[in-house]
Each structure stands twice: as C-alpha cells, then as structure tokens.
C-alpha cells in the first residue's frame, strides 16, 4: 500500500472508529447517538453562523498548535503557550484601548505588541534553560500562573472593575463583511493571520538556514555543537518564536473574538489543547491546520449536543475525548495495517 | 491485502452514512413534538451558566434550581417552549450559547454572573426582539434587564453572627476571584464582625479561583490551625473543600469548634456530619431565584424591566441568612434581627466598597 494513501487512510479509520465508540458509549448511556451526532454536525456545519463560529474557534488552535509543533522541532517542550497567550491577550487589547491610532498602524502595532509579550514569556524559560539547563517543562508550567494572575491584578488595577473596556474599532480584527454573511458570527480577520503564520513557520522551518539548525538541535544537541551551531542560541530563539506565535493566539482572541479582556477564574485551555493540537498534526504546520481543524470543529460543534439532543455536557466531554484519543492512537492502526499486509505477502 | 481494507472501509462507512441518514428522519420528528401540553399562560425561559458550570452548588445551581421550580410548577417540559440551560465551559462559549437559545425562540433568557456582561451587550444589540436578564452585573440596554444583589447586607448579618458565636476571636473568610460581588461579601461580613467587636481578628484568603474546592481545603486547613473557629466562604464551587476541611476535622475530633457559613443557597446538607452534628453555622442568602420569578412575574404581566437595574437587599428579601439546623443561639438570632432591623428601616448602611469600610470603620 502506498505512504500517501496510508497517510490520508489512517486519520479517517481513527476519526470513524473513534465515533462508533462515541455512539455505543452514547447507546450505552440511554441517549441518541443519531440525534447526538446529527447535533454535533449541525452545530459545526449547521449553517452559515455555526461555521462562521467554528472558523472563529480553530483560528487561535491553529496559532496554539503552531508555537507548540515550532518549540517541539527543536526537542523544547513548551507547555507555556497557556501562559503566553494570555499576556499576549492582555498585551493587545491594552493597546487596542488606551491607544488612539489611525487603523493601518493600530492594528499591526496592538498584534506585535501581543506577539512581543508572548515572546518574553517565553524568553524566561528559554534563556534559564540555555544557560542554566533548568527544565523548560517546569518553568513554563509555573509561568502560566504567574501570568494568569498577573493579568488579572493589572485589569483589575487599570479598569477598576472585572472588565476591561471595549478595545477601539481600529484596533479591531473584526470583518464587517464576514459578520453580514454569518449572521453575526465572530468570525473574525485573525484567521487570514493564522494561516499567514502557517505559511511563515513552515517556510522558516523547511527553506532557512535558522530553520535547519532549530532543527538539527532538535535532533541532537552534540551533533549539532559539534558541527559549529550555538546551541544556546538556537535554543533561546526557538522558544521566543514559539511564545510570539502562542501571543499572537492571544492578539486574535483580545481583537477578533472577545474585544476585550476580562479577568479569569482558570486558564482558558486553548494553549494545553494547542498540545494534542500539535501532536494530532505531527508536530508539522501544515499538519496544525488538519489538528486545529478537527479540535476546533469538535469543541465548538459539541456545544451544541446539549443544546439540541439533550445530552449532558459530562457525556459530550467524554465523547469528544474518545474521538480525540482514538485519533492520536493513529499508530495503532498503522501497526494493523501493517500486520494485515505482511500476511498477504508471506501468503 | 488491498481488499480486506477496502471491505473494511466500506463497511465504516456504510455504517456511517447509516448513522446519518438515519438522523435527518429523527430530527424532524423531535422538532415536531415539542411541548405541546405547556400552560399557554407560561413562559418559556432558558439560561447560560458561567464557566463555574450548572452544579456548582451556589450560583448557577440556585438560579437553575429556580428555573426548573417554575418550569415544574406550570407544567413545562426541559427543552424547546419550556426551559432549559446551557453550560459555558469557557469564556468564549457565552456568545454562541447565548445565540443558540435566542435561535431556539425562549421568551427569556437569563446569564448568570458578571463574565456575561460583555457578551449579553454584545447580543442584545444584535438580537432586539430577544429579552435577556443578566445578574450581577449592569447592561444598560432596552432589551436587557439587570439583577443585582446587595450581598453586604446578608454577610453583615453573617459577619454578626460569626462574631456573637466565636470563641477563639479569630474568624476567616475564603473568597473566590477578586471582584466586586466578592468585594461586597467581604467587607459586610468584616463590618458585621467589627460592628459586635472590632478586637476580633479576620483573616482574609482569595483562592483566585471560583472552581477549584482543593485550594478551599487548603485555605480552610490554614485558618483553622491558626486558631480560626469560623470560616465564611463567598467562593462558588472553591467553598465546597472549606466544608471538606470542617467535616473531615470534626469526624477526626467531634469536640473540634469548627464552623462554616454558606453563601447563596441554603449550604446546610454541605456540613453534615453525622445524623446529629452539622458544622454549617449559617449561610448568607442571595435569593436568585427569588428575582428571576420576580422578572418572570413583571413578563408575564407585559412589563419586561428592560433597561431598569433591580437591586435587592434585605428590604426586598432578595438576601438573608439562613437558620436552618438551630446552630445560631436564640440570643445570636435575636441580636441579628436587631440589626436587620436597622438595615431594613435604613439607619445603617452596610459598606459594599474597601473604601466604605474604611469610613465605616472609623466610625
């Protein structure tokens, strides 16, 4: 059997099977899973809003699962993009309302601003790891907290109140043309953004010679010293890029969807989904857009289980996450199928 | 080998397109039966919870529990025509849930908590012929009436009580995230303790959290070690780990003296401990389904208090404290009803901000 064939084959057997035990845990359970399923399709494809929605929800995926894949190529774990992307939040819509700019330079300049900020998020790690080889797992986990509740004591400090205030209209990524075809959906410019760093990821990773060394750090940090790359370096750089991008997430969340930034009672979840998200898609960009596509699709279109076949929010929970896991144990049926060829050749 | 996987994949998808297919006819078929029996007079009315979800014990719960008491008293079913609730599980879920039930027609539609300000703004606008409660917060929109509670005054009482009842002097209060429904319980409860006995110590501890019982525990652990006797928690679902803390040290020691008090429903079931022991002191009672009734009333009657804020205190017995199990003394209730007394008839203004706890205190 051909790679490419097995390549498009395994994704689709994983999301199938991963519905059918979806179905029988849903049968199991004393609910529909045609009802259930027809919900979830609605609610992802149902009409022009709901896919206007659905886009809105994959576009920061696409930028989580990005800075993700991007830190992996150089063998960094970052699980920071949490954190990164919720000062980058805070970073963009601070510019977007205490700033009054014409729209051409407010725009760009509250985006860099975000991206700027998720980069220093990620500079700290970064740097404590190159100098001082302190695990980037750990410092990026305990730098979510600290930007979660420091945003949240700077809006309080800055608004006064819980919200912050509405972010100007030309600081806004908000598309008047795509709100009047979707019926108000929050659909918003950030997704042309999303895929333009797709692009931009890729090209650095595959076609540059920084992309080449990030890489071969990521494949062996000896070889890749003793071959003349300043791994150090190397390291410092893959981790800022990946902040920027987990920014940006947070740039398309302050001045797409949102407007505004409010403080929070948790993390919003985006950057640990941006995780499975780059996994899903191997950890390569073009491979993002297939994981940020399912798991944004998923996560919007569930919401619409309860809404329409009345099926509690645990179950769909539970549903979502079998359909996920089988997804990410693609492997498995790659030894089957496998398995299934080597018979036929011995025969 | 070709063809054992194709027979498979044909047969996942045979099965799927089964499944498909299958469901078109089904959907119709709901969309056709919905609620036909429902009291004509009734309305029909739905919520979005916040990201604390419809089982946090406190907040949305009661404003749930509100609903479906309606719902059940006229005749209603869940769903399409009667009620029913969306659940957010994050912040960017308020919007389409919102749109989703003005989509499925409700005649009201209730968000729960301050998070929900922005986005019931947001849709209100949009959606001119929909009507909307928010509450806990403000939206001045034609569309949108708001439901506000003063939440100082039950602590005040709560605070009174605790600080007739304590008897090592120091007392605690777990909040949730800093904000200002949390800023009134906190310096009502504080005003109610200085105002019987300003020597009495309160240590304060925000969890940041509204969703996380084992940072509750944790603070609960904390306070009570220090010397703490009762805890008053104003923390959603956070709270549930202070009853946690109180229950697993009075099973270890039935002579331990620790309370808690509640907040918003009525949290007593929270603190048994055993058939005779309950180590819930009181709770402050914010009545939210007492104002959705209300709201649903005033609709009914054809007056939507749209753009109009109702603020509910004691007066309006929107808040209270709870007396269920007779752990407050007769002297404690007495006392507590003295000072109601003067909130209600308006010789006492009960501090809602830092700053007129300040000028409170000093008095």
Same mark, same amino acid.
């Given at each position: 059997?051909?790679?490419?064939?097995?390549?498009?084959?395994?994704?689709?057997?994983?999301?199938?099977?991963?519905?059918?035990?979806?179905?029988?845990?849903?049968?199991?359970?004393?609910?529909?899973?045609?009802?259930?399923?027809?919900?979830?399709?609605?609610?992802?494809?149902?009409?022009?809003?709901?896919?206007?929605?659905t886009i809105r929800q994959i576009t920061p995926y696409l930028l989580a699962g990005l800075a993700v894949a991007f830190a992996f190529k150089?063998?960094?774990?970052?699980?920071?993009?949490?954190?990164?992307?919720?000062?980058?939040?805070?970073?963009?819509?601070?510019?977007?309302?205490?700033?009054?700019?014409?729209?051409?330079?407010?725009?760009?300049?509250?985006?860099?601003?975000?991206?700027?900020?998720?980069?220093?998020?990620?500079?700290?790690?970064?740097?404590?790891?190159?100098?001082?080889?302190?695990?980037?797992?750990?410092?990026?986990?305990?730098?979510?907290?600290?930007?979660?509740?420091?945003?949240?004591?700077?809006?309080?400090?800055?608004?006064?109140?819980?919200?912050?205030?509405?972010?100007?209209?030309?600081?806004?990524?908000?598309?008047?043309?795509?709100?009047?075809?979707?019926?108000?959906?929050?659909?918003?410019?950030?997704?042309?953004?999303?895929?333009?760093?797709?692009?931009?990821?890729?090209?650095?990773?595959?076609?540059?010679?920084?992309?080449?060394?990030?890489?071969?750090?990521?494949?062996?940090?000896?070889?890749?010293?003793?071959?003349?790359?300043?791994?150090?370096?190397?390291?410092?750089?893959?981790?800022?890029?990946?902040?920027?991008?987990?920014?940006?997430?947070?740039?398309?969340?302050?001045?797409?969807?949102?407007?505004?930034?409010?403080?929070?009672?948790?993390?919003?979840?985006?950057?640990?989904?941006?995780?499975?998200?780059?996994?899903?898609?191997?950890?390569?960009?073009?491979?993002?857009?297939?994981?940020?596509?399912?798991?944004?699709?998923?996560?919007?279109?569930?919401?619409?289980?309860?809404?329409?076949?009345?099926?509690?929010?645990?179950?769909?929970?539970?549903?979502?996450?079998?359909?996920?896991?089988?997804?990410?144990?693609?492997?498995?049926?790659?030894?089957?199928?496998?398995?299934?060829?080597?018979?036929?050749?011995?025969? | 080998?070709?063809?054992?996987?194709?027979?498979?994949?044909?047969?996942?998808?045979?099965?799927?397109?089964?499944?498909?297919?299958?469901?078109?006819?089904?959907?119709?078929?709901? +969309?056709?039966?919905?609620?036909?029996?429902?009291?004509?007079?009734?309305?029909?009315?739905?919520?979005?919870?916040?990201?604390?979800?419809?089982?946090?014990?406190?907040?949305?719960?009661?404003?749930?529990?509100?609903?479906?008491?309606?719902?059940?008293?006229?005749?209603?079913?869940?769903?399409?025509?009667?009620?029913?609730?969306?659940?957010?599980?994050?912040?960017?879920?308020?919007?389409?849930?919102?749109?989703?039930?003005?989509?499925?027609?409700?005649d009201l539609i209730v968000a729960t908590g301050f998070m929900l300000a922005e986005p019931i703004a947001e849709i209100a606008d949009q959606?001119?012929?929909?009507?909307?409660?928010?509450?806990?917060?403000?939206?001045?929109?034609?569309?949108?009436?708001?439901?506000?509670?003063?939440?100082?005054?039950?602590?005040?009482?709560?605070?009174?009580?605790?600080?007739?009842?304590?008897?090592?002097?120091?007392? +605690?209060?777990?909040?949730?995230?800093?904000?200002?429904?949390?800023?009134?319980?906190?310096?009502?409860?504080?005003?109610?303790?200085?105002?019987?006995?300003?020597?009495?110590?309160?240590?304060?501890?925000?969890?940041?959290?509204?969703?996380?019982?084992?940072?509750?525990?944790?603070?609960?652990?904390?306070?009570?070690?220090? +010397?703490?006797?009762?805890?008053?928690?104003?923390?959603?679902?956070?709270?549930?780990?202070?009853?946690?803390?109180?229950?697993?040290?009075?099973?270890?020691?039935?002579?331990?003296?620790?309370?808690?008090?509640?907040?918003?429903?009525?949290?007593?079931?929270?603190?048994?401990?055993?058939?005779?022991?309950?180590?819930?002191?009181?709770?402050?009672?914010?009545?939210?389904?007492?104002?959705?009734?209300?709201?649903?009333?005033?609709?009914?009657?054809?007056?939507?208090?749209?753009?109009?804020?109702?603020?509910?205190?004691?007066?309006?017995?929107?808040? +209270?404290?709870?007396?269920?199990?007779?752990?407050?003394?007769?002297?404690?209730?007495?006392?507590?009803?003295?000072?109601?007394?003067?909130?209600?008839?308006?010789?006492?203004?009960?501090?809602?901000?830092?700053?007129?706890?300040?000028?409170?205190?000093?008095?």
């Amino acid at each position: 059997m051909s790679k490419s064939l097995r390549n498009v084959l395994i994704p689709i057997l994983a999301v199938i099977l991963g519905l059918i035990v979806g179905a029988i845990i849903m049968l199991i359970s004393g609910y529909s899973p045609i009802l259930g399923y027809t919900a979830l399709w609605n609610g992802i494809f149902g009409d022009l809003y709901t896919i206007g929605e659905t886009i809105r929800q994959i576009t920061p995926y696409l930028l989580a699962g990005l800075a993700v894949a991007f830190a992996f190529k150089t063998g960094l774990f970052n699980i920071g993009v949490e954190g990164q992307l919720i000062v980058g939040w805070f970073a963009a819509a601070y510019v977007g309302f205490s700033f009054e700019l014409p729209m051409y330079l407010h725009i760009p300049l509250a985006i860099l601003a975000a991206g700027l900020a998720g980069g220093l998020w990620a500079f700290v790690p970064g740097i404590l790891k190159a100098r001082l080889g302190v695990n980037e797992v750990v410092v990026t986990i305990m730098m979510n907290y600290i930007a979660l509740h420091i945003t949240n004591a700077l809006i309080r400090a800055i608004a006064g109140k819980d919200t912050s205030e509405r972010i100007h209209e030309t600081a806004s990524l908000r598309n008047t043309f795509f709100e009047e075809i979707t019926d108000y959906s929050r659909l918003h410019n950030g997704i042309f953004l999303a895929l333009i760093a797709v692009v931009v990821i890729w090209f650095i990773l595959e076609k540059t010679t920084l992309g080449f060394e990030l890489k071969a750090v990521g494949f062996n940090q000896d070889a890749s010293k003793y071959a003349g790359m300043n791994v150090k370096k190397n390291i410092v750089i893959s981790m800022v890029i990946s902040g920027f991008l987990a920014g940006l997430a947070g740039a398309t969340e302050a001045l797409g969807t949102f407007e505004y930034v409010s403080t929070k009672g948790g993390m919003t979840g985006i950057g640990f989904d941006g995780i499975a998200v780059a996994i899903l898609g191997a950890n390569n960009p073009l491979g993002v857009i297939f994981g940020a596509t399912l798991f944004g699709a998923l996560k919007y279109g569930s919401l619409n289980m309860p809404n329409e076949a009345g099926i509690p929010e645990e179950m769909v929970s539970i549903i979502i996450a079998i359909i996920i896991f089988f997804v990410a144990c693609g492997f498995i049926f790659q030894l089957f199928l496998d398995k299934l060829s080597k018979k036929k050749e011995v025969k | 080998m070709k063809k054992s996987i194709l027979s498979i994949l044909s047969l996942l998808l045979v099965l799927g397109f089964v499944l498909v297919g299958c469901g078109k006819k089904e959907d119709d078929k709901q +969309g056709a039966s919905n609620n036909e029996g429902a009291n004509n007079d009734a309305i029909s009315i739905a919520m979005v919870t916040d990201t604390g979800g419809v089982d946090d014990k406190s907040f949305n719960q009661l404003a749930w529990e509100g609903l479906k008491a309606y719902g059940e008293e006229n005749g209603l079913e869940k769903g399409d025509g009667g009620y029913d609730y969306l659940q957010s599980n994050t912040d960017a879920d308020y919007v389409p849930n919102l749109n989703s039930l003005v989509r499925r027609d409700f005649d009201l539609i209730v968000a729960t908590g301050f998070m929900l300000a922005e986005p019931i703004a947001e849709i209100a606008d949009q959606k001119k012929d929909a009507k909307f409660v928010i509450i806990d917060s403000e939206v001045q929109k034609d569309n949108v009436a708001s439901v506000m509670f003063k939440e100082q005054e039950a602590s005040f009482l709560a605070g009174v009580a605790a600080a007739l009842q304590t008897k090592t002097k120091k007392l +605690g209060f777990v909040g949730g995230m800093e904000s200002d429904v949390i800023e009134r319980f906190e310096t009502g409860f504080r005003a109610g303790v200085a105002s019987v006995d300003p020597s009495i110590e309160v240590m304060i501890n925000y969890t940041g959290s509204f969703g996380s019982p084992e940072l509750g525990k944790a603070a609960a652990n904390q306070m009570y070690t220090a +010397g703490a006797d009762i805890i008053f928690h104003a923390s959603g679902g956070t709270g549930n780990g202070v009853f946690t803390e109180a229950v697993e040290r009075k099973t270890a020691d039935p002579n331990a003296d620790v309370w808690v008090i509640g907040v918003d429903s009525d949290q007593y079931h929270l603190g048994k401990v055993n058939d005779d022991t309950n180590i819930t002191l009181t709770s402050a009672l914010k009545r939210i389904d007492v104002a959705i009734n209300d709201v649903i009333k005033l609709t009914k009657e054809g007056n939507f208090p749209g753009g109009n804020t109702t603020t509910l205190g004691l007066a309006e017995d929107g808040v +209270g404290l709870a007396e269920t199990g007779g752990n407050l003394t007769a002297e404690t209730l007495a006392t507590v009803n003295e000072w109601k007394e003067k909130i209600v008839n308006g010789d006492l203004t009960v501090p809602g901000t830092y700053e007129e706890l300040k000028s409170f205190e000093e008095q």
